[in-house]
Protein backbone atom coordinates (compact mmCIF):
# COMPACT_ATOMS: atom_id res chain seq x y z
CA UNK A 1 0.00 0.00 0.00
CA UNK A 2 1.62 3.21 -1.09
CA UNK A 3 1.44 6.51 1.39
CA UNK A 4 2.15 9.93 2.11
CA UNK A 5 2.59 12.06 4.58
CA UNK A 6 -0.02 15.35 4.41
CA UNK A 7 0.22 18.44 6.37
CA UNK A 8 -3.28 18.79 8.18
CA UNK A 9 -3.03 22.49 8.02
CA UNK A 10 -1.37 23.76 4.50
CA UNK A 11 -1.61 20.16 2.56
CA UNK A 12 1.92 20.03 1.62
CA UNK A 13 2.99 16.21 0.90
CA UNK A 14 6.08 14.58 1.66
CA UNK A 15 7.59 11.07 0.88
CA UNK A 16 7.19 8.82 4.48
CA UNK A 17 10.94 8.93 5.84
CA UNK A 18 13.13 8.19 8.58
CA UNK A 19 13.38 11.95 9.75
CA UNK A 20 9.79 13.64 8.67
CA UNK A 21 7.39 14.07 11.76
CA UNK A 22 6.09 17.75 11.13
CA UNK A 23 5.67 19.85 8.40
CA UNK A 24 7.84 22.94 7.29
CA UNK A 25 5.36 25.03 8.17
CA UNK A 26 4.76 23.44 11.83
CA UNK A 27 1.59 22.06 10.75
CA UNK A 28 1.06 18.22 12.09
CA UNK A 29 0.93 15.17 9.40
CA UNK A 30 -1.89 12.89 8.56
CA UNK A 31 -1.41 10.22 5.97
CA UNK A 32 -2.79 10.18 2.38
CA UNK A 33 -3.15 6.46 1.59
CA UNK A 34 -4.33 3.76 -1.10
CA UNK A 35 -7.81 2.34 0.09
CA UNK A 36 -6.73 -0.47 1.93
CA UNK A 37 -8.77 -4.01 1.54
CA UNK A 38 -11.96 -4.28 4.14
CA UNK A 39 -13.40 -7.64 4.01
CA UNK A 40 -15.24 -8.89 6.40
CA UNK A 41 -15.14 -12.86 5.46
CA UNK A 42 -11.27 -12.24 4.91
CA UNK A 43 -10.83 -11.19 8.58
CA UNK A 44 -12.58 -14.58 9.82
CA UNK A 45 -9.04 -16.58 8.23
CA UNK A 46 -6.96 -14.06 10.56
CA UNK A 47 -5.61 -14.35 13.93
CA UNK A 48 -7.45 -13.29 16.61
CA UNK A 49 -5.37 -10.39 17.30
CA UNK A 50 -5.34 -6.68 15.60
CA UNK A 51 -3.27 -8.27 12.92
CA UNK A 52 -6.08 -9.45 11.25
CA UNK A 53 -7.03 -6.03 9.38
CA UNK A 54 -3.29 -5.39 8.52
CA UNK A 55 -4.74 -5.55 4.57
CA UNK A 56 -6.16 -1.94 5.70
CA UNK A 57 -2.59 -1.03 6.89
CA UNK A 58 0.27 1.31 5.22
CA UNK A 59 2.45 -1.58 4.89
CA UNK A 60 3.84 -3.42 1.60
CA UNK A 61 1.92 -6.46 0.47
CA UNK A 62 4.86 -9.01 1.28
CA UNK A 63 5.60 -7.52 4.51
CA UNK A 64 5.63 -9.30 7.18
CA UNK A 65 7.73 -7.56 9.84
CA UNK A 66 4.74 -7.34 12.14
CA UNK A 67 4.97 -10.74 12.49
CA UNK A 68 8.36 -10.34 14.58
CA UNK A 69 7.39 -7.87 16.57
CA UNK A 70 3.79 -8.78 17.60
CA UNK A 71 2.59 -9.90 21.17
CA UNK A 72 -0.69 -10.87 20.18
CA UNK A 73 -2.34 -7.26 21.10
CA UNK A 74 -5.57 -5.90 20.05
CA UNK A 75 -9.14 -8.21 19.63
CA UNK A 76 -9.91 -7.47 23.21
CA UNK A 77 -12.81 -8.89 24.72
CA UNK A 78 -16.02 -7.01 24.38
CA UNK A 79 -18.65 -7.79 27.76
CA UNK A 80 -21.43 -6.42 29.19
CA UNK A 81 -20.47 -4.31 32.15
CA UNK A 82 -23.97 -5.65 34.51
CA UNK A 83 -26.75 -7.38 34.27
CA UNK A 84 -28.34 -4.30 35.33
CA UNK A 85 -27.91 -2.50 32.49
CA UNK A 86 -28.02 -5.15 29.49
CA UNK A 87 -26.82 -2.55 26.39
CA UNK A 88 -23.66 -0.90 28.44
CA UNK A 89 -20.74 -2.92 27.68
CA UNK A 90 -16.67 -2.59 28.46
CA UNK A 91 -13.91 -3.54 25.93
CA UNK A 92 -11.32 -4.82 28.31
CA UNK A 93 -8.42 -2.70 26.54
CA UNK A 94 -5.92 -3.62 29.38
CA UNK A 95 -5.53 -7.29 28.17
CA UNK A 96 -2.31 -6.29 26.46
CA UNK A 97 0.76 -7.36 26.53
CA UNK A 98 1.93 -4.31 28.68
CA UNK A 99 -1.48 -3.55 30.05
CA UNK A 100 -2.72 -0.47 27.80
CA UNK A 101 -4.42 0.44 24.73
CA UNK A 102 -1.40 1.99 23.64
CA UNK A 103 -0.09 -1.53 22.42
CA UNK A 104 -2.59 -0.71 19.69
CA UNK A 105 -0.61 1.99 17.83
CA UNK A 106 2.69 1.19 19.44
CA UNK A 107 2.82 -2.50 17.26
CA UNK A 108 2.27 -0.54 14.27
CA UNK A 109 4.31 2.13 14.59
CA UNK A 110 7.48 0.56 15.60
CA UNK A 111 6.82 -2.06 12.99
CA UNK A 112 6.26 0.50 10.31
CA UNK A 113 9.90 2.08 12.35
CA UNK A 114 11.70 -1.47 11.30
CA UNK A 115 10.33 -1.36 7.60
CA UNK A 116 11.90 2.43 7.26
CA UNK A 117 15.53 1.22 9.01
CA UNK A 118 15.21 2.83 12.25
CA UNK A 119 17.74 2.51 14.62
CA UNK A 120 16.99 4.59 17.41
CA UNK A 121 13.70 6.25 18.49
CA UNK A 122 12.75 8.84 20.64
CA UNK A 123 9.75 9.15 22.29
CA UNK A 124 7.79 11.18 24.85
CA UNK A 125 4.60 10.26 27.37
CA UNK A 126 2.77 10.37 30.70
CA UNK A 127 3.87 6.67 31.08
CA UNK A 128 1.41 4.29 28.76
CA UNK A 129 2.83 5.10 25.39
CA UNK A 130 6.42 4.96 26.35
CA UNK A 131 6.23 1.53 28.30
CA UNK A 132 4.20 0.27 24.77
CA UNK A 133 7.02 2.00 22.39
CA UNK A 134 9.57 0.75 24.79
CA UNK A 135 8.49 -3.07 24.68
CA UNK A 136 7.80 -3.03 20.85
CA UNK A 137 11.07 -1.15 19.94
CA UNK A 138 13.05 -3.40 22.11
CA UNK A 139 10.69 -6.68 20.26
CA UNK A 140 11.81 -4.64 16.91
CA UNK A 141 15.46 -4.63 17.80
CA UNK A 142 15.80 -0.66 18.21
CA UNK A 143 17.49 1.46 20.54
CA UNK A 144 14.80 3.64 22.32
CA UNK A 145 14.78 6.69 24.71
CA UNK A 146 11.49 7.42 26.43
CA UNK A 147 11.06 11.30 27.88
CA UNK A 148 8.68 11.21 31.19
CA UNK A 149 7.37 13.97 33.65
CA UNK A 150 9.17 13.47 37.18
CA UNK A 151 6.06 13.00 38.56
CA UNK A 152 5.46 10.20 36.21
CA UNK A 153 3.97 7.20 38.53
CA UNK A 154 6.78 4.98 39.51
CA UNK A 155 5.20 1.31 38.17
CA UNK A 156 4.82 3.44 34.95
CA UNK A 157 8.72 4.70 34.74
CA UNK A 158 10.32 0.98 36.26
CA UNK A 159 8.20 -0.67 33.60
CA UNK A 160 9.47 0.87 31.02
CA UNK A 161 13.19 0.81 31.81
CA UNK A 162 12.54 -3.33 32.52
CA UNK A 163 11.88 -3.19 28.68
CA UNK A 164 15.28 -1.66 27.97
CA UNK A 165 14.72 1.85 27.23
CA UNK A 166 16.57 4.66 28.63
CA UNK A 167 14.07 7.23 30.34
CA UNK A 168 14.90 10.98 30.47
CA UNK A 169 12.69 12.43 33.14
CA UNK A 170 12.32 15.90 32.71
CA UNK A 171 10.93 18.56 35.32
CA UNK A 172 7.97 20.33 34.08
CA UNK A 173 4.72 19.89 32.57
CA UNK A 174 3.02 17.42 30.08
CA UNK A 175 4.04 20.19 26.94
CA UNK A 176 7.65 20.79 27.99
CA UNK A 177 8.18 16.91 28.43
CA UNK A 178 6.93 16.78 24.94
CA UNK A 179 9.45 19.84 23.50
CA UNK A 180 12.40 18.14 25.44
CA UNK A 181 11.92 15.20 23.15
CA UNK A 182 11.85 17.32 20.02
CA UNK A 183 14.68 19.24 20.65
CA UNK A 184 16.68 15.80 21.38
CA UNK A 185 15.26 14.93 17.83
CA UNK A 186 16.18 17.40 16.14
CA UNK A 187 19.39 17.64 17.38
CA UNK A 188 20.29 13.75 17.54
CA UNK A 189 18.64 13.16 14.03
CA UNK A 190 16.91 10.77 14.80
CA UNK A 191 13.25 9.03 14.19
CA UNK A 192 10.94 10.64 16.50
CA UNK A 193 7.95 7.43 17.89
CA UNK A 194 5.40 10.08 18.61
CA UNK A 195 1.85 8.90 19.66
CA UNK A 196 0.31 12.20 18.69
CA UNK A 197 2.70 13.67 16.11
CA UNK A 198 2.80 10.41 14.11
CA UNK A 199 0.08 9.13 11.81
CA UNK A 200 1.14 5.60 11.95
CA UNK A 201 0.19 5.46 15.39
CA UNK A 202 -3.87 5.86 14.65
CA UNK A 203 -3.48 3.24 12.23
CA UNK A 204 -3.71 1.04 15.08
CA UNK A 205 -5.75 2.86 17.32
CA UNK A 206 -8.50 2.60 14.66
CA UNK A 207 -8.49 -1.59 15.02
CA UNK A 208 -10.68 -0.51 18.11
CA UNK A 209 -13.47 0.26 15.81
CA UNK A 210 -13.27 -2.43 13.66
CA UNK A 211 -13.21 -4.56 16.41
CA UNK A 212 -16.11 -3.21 18.03
CA UNK A 213 -18.00 -3.48 14.09
CA UNK A 214 -16.80 -7.14 14.37
CA UNK A 215 -17.82 -8.13 17.79
CA UNK A 216 -20.85 -6.15 18.42
CA UNK A 217 -24.39 -7.47 17.31
CA UNK A 218 -25.19 -4.19 16.67
CA UNK A 219 -22.80 -1.01 16.41
CA UNK A 220 -23.45 1.21 19.67
CA UNK A 221 -24.98 3.93 19.44
CA UNK A 222 -22.39 5.93 21.92
CA UNK A 223 -18.77 5.83 22.58
CA UNK A 224 -17.41 6.85 25.66
CA UNK A 225 -13.58 7.82 25.26
CA UNK A 226 -11.15 9.39 27.60
CA UNK A 227 -9.16 12.57 25.85
CA UNK A 228 -6.07 13.58 26.37
CA UNK A 229 -4.14 13.83 22.89
CA UNK A 230 -6.92 12.19 21.56
CA UNK A 231 -4.93 8.76 20.14
CA UNK A 232 -7.90 6.37 20.92
CA UNK A 233 -10.76 8.64 19.62
CA UNK A 234 -8.82 10.10 16.52
CA UNK A 235 -8.13 6.15 15.72
CA UNK A 236 -11.44 5.24 16.51
CA UNK A 237 -13.06 7.77 14.48
CA UNK A 238 -10.30 7.39 11.35
CA UNK A 239 -11.47 3.17 11.61
CA UNK A 240 -15.31 4.34 11.65
CA UNK A 241 -14.82 6.29 8.76
CA UNK A 242 -12.99 4.29 6.57
CA UNK A 243 -15.89 1.20 7.55
CA UNK A 244 -18.84 3.80 6.42
CA UNK A 245 -16.59 4.83 3.07
CA UNK A 246 -16.57 1.02 2.29
CA UNK A 247 -20.52 0.68 3.09
CA UNK A 248 -20.10 -1.73 5.77
CA UNK A 249 -21.91 0.64 8.19
CA UNK A 250 -24.19 4.11 7.37
CA UNK A 251 -24.08 6.43 10.83
CA UNK A 252 -21.23 7.11 12.59
CA UNK A 253 -21.51 6.20 16.65
CA UNK A 254 -21.66 9.25 18.88
CA UNK A 255 -17.96 9.95 20.22
CA UNK A 256 -18.55 11.13 24.00
CA UNK A 257 -15.49 12.58 25.12
CA UNK A 258 -14.13 12.67 28.59
CA UNK A 259 -11.84 15.13 30.82
CA UNK A 260 -11.14 15.77 33.98
CA UNK A 261 -12.51 19.12 35.13
CA UNK A 262 -8.86 19.88 36.47
CA UNK A 263 -7.62 19.91 32.73
CA UNK A 264 -10.09 19.97 29.79
CA UNK A 265 -8.63 22.35 27.31
CA UNK A 266 -10.62 20.37 24.88
CA UNK A 267 -14.37 20.89 26.50
CA UNK A 268 -13.91 24.73 27.46
CA UNK A 269 -13.18 24.74 23.45
CA UNK A 270 -15.91 22.62 22.33
CA UNK A 271 -18.76 24.41 24.90
CA UNK A 272 -17.71 27.89 23.53
CA UNK A 273 -17.10 27.20 19.58
CA UNK A 274 -13.75 27.14 20.43
CA UNK A 275 -13.58 30.74 21.36
CA UNK A 276 -12.55 29.81 24.79
CA UNK A 277 -8.76 30.87 26.02
CA UNK A 278 -6.76 28.60 27.66
CA UNK A 279 -7.10 28.03 30.99
CA UNK A 280 -5.08 26.82 33.81
CA UNK A 281 -5.17 23.61 34.48
CA UNK A 282 -4.49 21.50 37.49
CA UNK A 283 -3.01 18.07 38.62
CA UNK A 284 -5.30 15.51 37.89
CA UNK A 285 -4.80 11.58 39.19
CA UNK A 286 -6.07 11.15 35.45
CA UNK A 287 -2.50 11.50 34.13
CA UNK A 288 -3.07 10.01 31.22
CA UNK A 289 -5.68 12.72 29.82
CA UNK A 290 -3.80 15.90 31.83
CA UNK A 291 -2.62 17.32 28.31
CA UNK A 292 -2.99 21.00 28.74
CA UNK A 293 -2.49 21.77 24.99
CA UNK A 294 -3.29 18.96 22.63
CA UNK A 295 -1.64 18.82 19.39
CA UNK A 296 -4.23 17.92 17.45
CA UNK A 297 -6.89 19.54 19.10
CA UNK A 298 -8.87 20.81 16.12
CA UNK A 299 -9.16 17.17 14.68
CA UNK A 300 -10.41 16.20 18.02
CA UNK A 301 -13.26 18.38 18.21
CA UNK A 302 -13.82 17.90 14.57
CA UNK A 303 -13.95 14.40 15.18
CA UNK A 304 -16.66 14.91 18.22
CA UNK A 305 -18.55 17.39 16.07
CA UNK A 306 -18.85 14.94 13.15
CA UNK A 307 -20.59 12.35 14.94
CA UNK A 308 -23.27 14.53 17.55
CA UNK A 309 -20.59 13.70 20.00
CA UNK A 310 -20.03 15.68 23.16
CA UNK A 311 -17.62 16.45 26.07
CA UNK A 312 -18.05 15.86 29.66
CA UNK A 313 -15.86 16.78 32.52
CA UNK A 314 -15.55 15.09 35.97
CA UNK A 315 -14.21 16.17 39.26
CA UNK A 316 -11.27 14.73 41.02
CA UNK A 317 -13.91 12.54 43.59
CA UNK A 318 -15.87 11.27 40.87
CA UNK A 319 -12.84 9.65 39.51
CA UNK A 320 -11.38 8.21 43.06
CA UNK A 321 -15.21 6.86 43.21
CA UNK A 322 -15.79 5.88 39.78
CA UNK A 323 -12.48 3.37 40.08
CA UNK A 324 -14.10 1.69 43.37
CA UNK A 325 -16.91 0.99 41.66
CA UNK A 326 -15.23 -0.47 38.79
CA UNK A 327 -12.98 -2.85 41.23
CA UNK A 328 -16.67 -3.48 42.74
CA UNK A 329 -17.69 -4.63 39.23
CA UNK A 330 -14.33 -6.76 38.73
CA UNK A 331 -12.50 -4.47 36.88
CA UNK A 332 -9.26 -2.67 38.20
CA UNK A 333 -8.10 0.10 36.22
CA UNK A 334 -5.75 2.84 36.11
CA UNK A 335 -7.38 6.52 37.13
CA UNK A 336 -7.46 7.97 33.62
CA UNK A 337 -9.76 5.01 32.86
CA UNK A 338 -11.97 5.58 36.20
CA UNK A 339 -12.28 9.01 34.45
CA UNK A 340 -14.04 7.46 31.54
CA UNK A 341 -16.63 5.35 33.54
CA UNK A 342 -17.00 8.58 35.44
CA UNK A 343 -17.92 10.14 32.45
CA UNK A 344 -19.94 7.29 31.25
CA UNK A 345 -21.94 7.69 34.81
CA UNK A 346 -23.05 11.30 33.63
CA UNK A 347 -23.81 10.77 30.23
CA UNK A 348 -27.48 11.52 29.55
CA UNK A 349 -28.21 9.32 26.61
CA UNK A 350 -31.32 7.39 25.55
CA UNK A 351 -32.08 4.37 27.95
CA UNK A 352 -32.16 1.92 24.95
CA UNK A 353 -28.77 3.10 23.56
CA UNK A 354 -26.22 0.63 23.37
CA UNK A 355 -22.86 2.14 24.61
CA UNK A 356 -19.56 0.51 25.04
CA UNK A 357 -16.86 2.04 27.20
CA UNK A 358 -12.56 1.52 27.48
CA UNK A 359 -10.79 0.26 29.95
CA UNK A 360 -7.80 1.82 28.66
CA UNK A 361 -5.31 0.88 31.19
CA UNK A 362 -4.50 -1.94 33.94
CA UNK A 363 -5.35 -0.99 37.74
CA UNK A 364 -1.71 -1.70 38.74
CA UNK A 365 -0.23 0.87 36.56
CA UNK A 366 -1.43 3.87 38.40
CA UNK A 367 -1.07 2.82 41.81
CA UNK A 368 2.16 4.40 43.67
Known sequence: MKEQYICHSCETKYNVTEMIWKCKCGGLLDLEKEKGEINPEEWKKGQSTMWRYVSSMPFSEDCSIWKTITMGEGYTPLIRLDENVPHTFVKVDYMMPTLSFKDRGAAVLMAKAKELGVTKVIADSSGNAGTSIAAYARRAGIHCDVFLSE??????????????????????????????????????????????????????????????????????????????????????????????????????????????????????????????????????????????????????????????????????????????????????????????????????????????????????????
Do not use: M
Request: contains cysteine; proline residues 4%; hydrophobic residues 35%.
Open 151 to 368: STSPKKIAQIKAHGANVRAIQGTREEVASAAQEAVELEKVFYGSHVYNPFFYEGTKTYAYELFEQSEKLPDALIIPVGNGTLLLGTYYGLKELQECKLIHKLPKLIAVQAENCSPLADSFSDNEKQERKDTKETVAEGIAIAAPARASQILEAVRATDGQFITVAEEEIQKARVELAHKGFYVEPTTAANYAGYSKYEGAKSERIVIPLCGAGIKGDK
